[in-house]
């Protein structure tokens, strides 16, 4: 309440600075429609058909000058048919043989290279886009956004999942094709409209990006203000002129898979061969409404979990890499992501310790029906007698109404039912919203209550979070409460039974004297503590921080931080060491370090020094990254964690080997080497990606798994994939 109040204060006394976009000063450009589609070939200066068209442009820096002019011209020109979106953008570069390349991969980071980036914004609803993204090198790059990118996201499409707001697992069917000059770089990009969904009649928010590595610069067509990227749609331009009609889309994506297997666990280990098929269908009902049916779901081409250690008494969170079930993602999502998900897909296909669990199929329809968004979710589950599975149902309906002003309003239900057991089920039922308190801040928050044949009591959860982000301040406040009885079987939970107050005050600070070698500071300080119902805390942590960030890419991260662990109950940290109830008072270190990225050779190190239960503990990380041009890329990590506690000592160390060739954008081998010390595990995962429309293509993965030297499994898998237009 103290930081809501706070919050309206701020907002209602605060003032844009001279360099902040105010409410009337969205950019404005148009779509030309057009009769004959231009040849995709990423020339644009000597296209007739371009050049018929006015460019626009003036795009305003973020960094590091922020509120000045772009240092490049940049001109963007778009157009369209009736089944094609087409955009074209030239970028001046004084310099074209400085232009910076890393990954050649599709969805690799544009981050630390030359770049453009646009989102559009095709229901104009402020709140949900599709962003699409190219370099010199004509990578495919494309993502799915909703409620503006807010939420906790891993958005390392090769490394990572979705856990909310940034949906980098999405994946379109388009073209996009570059050259470079003496003039700089240029790109055509073509996106089918079956491909984006829509509501015909209305004019499209539009946004774009552009990087300038030289100059470690950002740019944009419609200013942001600092601390905001382009996924903030409320502060988006308006794109005009466009007549569209609803297209056709029917698609089918069979699959076709060998399976080669070797389990060495077994008495008689031997290599077992298992031939599958499946596939799924999409049908857009309307242009904003799509329904997709998958039978036989596999994910073989999906990367291995990352490993991680567990060094306290609580869950450890994985993303979701399926692509199933990364699509519209973010409709689904309802909670406080990563720490209670109330809808958690991987609790669909995925048992315990990772093991698979058969999908038998199942169907997806979501979308938007005029400012509601709609999503049904149905899936079947095998039995696994080995592992003492029935065969379940998962069924997901979620409503979600958005109002104007960042506001809106929603519910959703989970059911997860037996289908071997009747009166075997749980239930999860949400309501939830946010209230947008103009473009700086929104109030949001949910309840929720989970039934099943127990019925037991206090089965709920809430949380009311408001947030401040504008002239340079982020400001945030929250409050959760789970009950001891909450038991969402279908969702995710860091922890159970407890009460938690949490809080954020972070301030970006850019020198004033462009002379400056520091790019921003941000100091910052958080607070979080976890209570039990009985008054006692359970863990407390407190965070003094400041990011120095430098014009060339270095930064530094210089935190302490206060911590309380309050143990209940005796818990096993590692193998014979268990920690001993009580309340351990600690004060700890931080510190973190890492080079320009966008460099042939890069660095990222952490280090945490400080006390933990009783002792100390030692939390060191490195990460060494090395490009070699635009088609070989490798990280190194090395991670050291040790314990020394009253009960006893131990270390608990990752190592994590990546390592991707790219021979084209859509042609690469990628390696993934893990050793987990404290599981005495070594886990290889080799994969070649030949890629065609929208990830579809051939996929060959071998994994090969070893316990303290020893043989677990091996696989080898061949799979392939292709997507047929059953309507042009």
């Not at 309003?409 to 071997?420: R, S, T, Y």
Request: aromatic share 12%.
């Amino acid at each position: 309440m103290l930081m809501a109040g706070l919050l309206c204060s701020v907002v209602s006394r605060s003032q844009d600075s001279p360099a902040e976009p105010r409410a009337g000063e969205r950019p404005v450009s148009r779509a030309i429609a057009i009769s004959t589609a231009p040849e995709i070939d990423g020339e644009v200066l000597n296209d007739p058909i371009w050049q018929a068209i006015k460019p626009f442009g003036n795009l305003v820096q973020s960094q590091p000058n922020f509120g000045h002019p772009a240092s490049e011209k940049t001109d963007i020109r778009i157009a369209y048919t009736d089944e094609t979106f087409f955009v074209s953008v030239v970028c001046f570069d004084a310099r074209p043989d400085a232009l910076v390349v890393s990954d050649a991969r599709r969805d690799a980071s544009l981050d630390n290279t030359d770049a453009v980036i646009f989102i559009l914004d095709t229901y104009k609803d402020g709140q949900n886009g599709f962003i699409f993204g190219t370099n010199s090198l004509g990578v495919e790059y494309d993502a799915q956004v909703d409620n503006e990118g807010q939420g906790n996201n891993n958005v390392n499409r090769q490394q990572g999942g979705t856990i909310g707001g940034f949906n980098l697992n999405w994946d379109a069917s388009w073209e996009v094709r570059t050259q470079v000059g003496q003039y700089g770089w240029s790109a055509e990009f073509a996106i089918p409209i079956r491909t984006l969904r829509f509501q015909p009649g209305k004019d499209w928010g539009f946004n774009f990006r552009r990087n300038i590595r030289k100059s470690n610069e950002i740019v944009y067509w419609s200013p942001v203000p600092i601390g905001i990227n382009l996924n903030r749609l409320s502060l988006a331009g308006t794109l005009t002129g466009l007549e569209l009609r609803s297209p056709g889309n029917l698609k089918i994506i069979p699959y076709v898979l060998g399976r080669l297997e070797k389990d060495h666990s077994l008495a008689d280990p031997g290599w077992d061969f298992t031939p599958e098929a499946g596939g799924d269908i999409k049908y857009s009902i309307t242009p904003s409404l799509t329904l997709d049916v998958t039978y036989n779901t596999d994910f073989a081409q999906v990367e291995v979990d990352d490993q991680q250690v567990n060094l306290d008494r609580f869950n450890l969170f994985f993303p979701e890499k399926r692509p199933f079930f990364l699509e519209n993602a973010g409709l689904f999502t309802v909670g406080s992501p990563g720490e209670v998900d109330l809808f958690f897909s991987r609790r669909i296909g995925i048992g315990e310790a990772g093991s698979v669990v058969p999908i038998i199929g199942g169907a997806r329809l979501s979308g938007k029906l005029n400012r509601t968004n709609l999503g049904l979710l149905s899936m079947f589950t095998e039995d696994v007698a080995s592992a003492g599975i029935e065969k379940n149902n998962f069924s997901v309906a979620r409503v979600n109404h958005e109002f104007k002003g960042r506001s809106a309003l929603g519910a959703i239900f989970v059911n997860k039912a037996n289908l071997e057991t009747d009166g075997e089920f749980n239930r999860t039922y949400a309501i939830d919203g946010k209230l947008g308190l103009g473009r700086k801040a929104r109030m949001s928050g949910f309840y929720a209550r989970t039934s099943d044949p127990s019925d037991s009591l206090n089965a709920y959860a809430f949380k009311y979070q408001a947030d401040y982000i504008w002239s340079n301040w982020e400001l945030q406040g929250s409050y959760t409460e789970v009950g001891e009885g909450f038991n969402p079987e279908v969702g995710f939970l860091v922890r159970s039974a407890y009460r938690k107050p949490e809080a954020r005050v972070l301030y970006h600070y850019r020198p004033r004297n462009q002379e400056s070698k520091i790019l921003e500071l941000r100091p910052h300080v958080s607070y979080r503590a976890y209570w039990n119902f009985e008054g006692f805390q359970e863990t407390g942590f407190l965070h003094i921080d400041n990011h120095w960030e430098f014009k060339s890419g270095l930064e530094f991260h210089t935190g302490f931080n206060l911590t309380t662990e309050g143990v209940t109950q005796p818990f096993e940290i590692s193998e014979g060491i268990t920690v001993l109830p009580g309340t351990y008072d600690h004060a700890e270190s931080q510190l973190v370090f890492f080079t320009n990225q966008s460099k042939v050779l890069s660095v990222n190190l952490r280090s945490v020094i400080g006390g933990s239960f009783g002792g100390t503990r030692y939390i060191n990380s490195g990460t060494l990254r090395l490009r070699g041009g635009d088609k070989l890329n490798a990280a190194f990590t090395y991670e050291y964690n040790n314990f020394q506690l009253p009960v006893g000592d131990f270390t608990a160390n990752i190592f994590r080997s990546q390592v991707s060739y790219s021979f084209t954008p859509n042609l690469y081998l990628q390696s993934l080497v893990q050793n987990n010390s404290a599981d005495k595990l070594w886990a290889i995962n080799l994969r070649f990606g030949w890629l065609q429309r929208a990830n579809t293509g051939l996929f060959v993965v071998y994994n090969h798994n070893l316990r303290d030297g020893d043989p677990l499994n091996q696989s080898f898998i061949v799979k392939y994939t292709r997507m047929f237009d059953l309507v042009k």
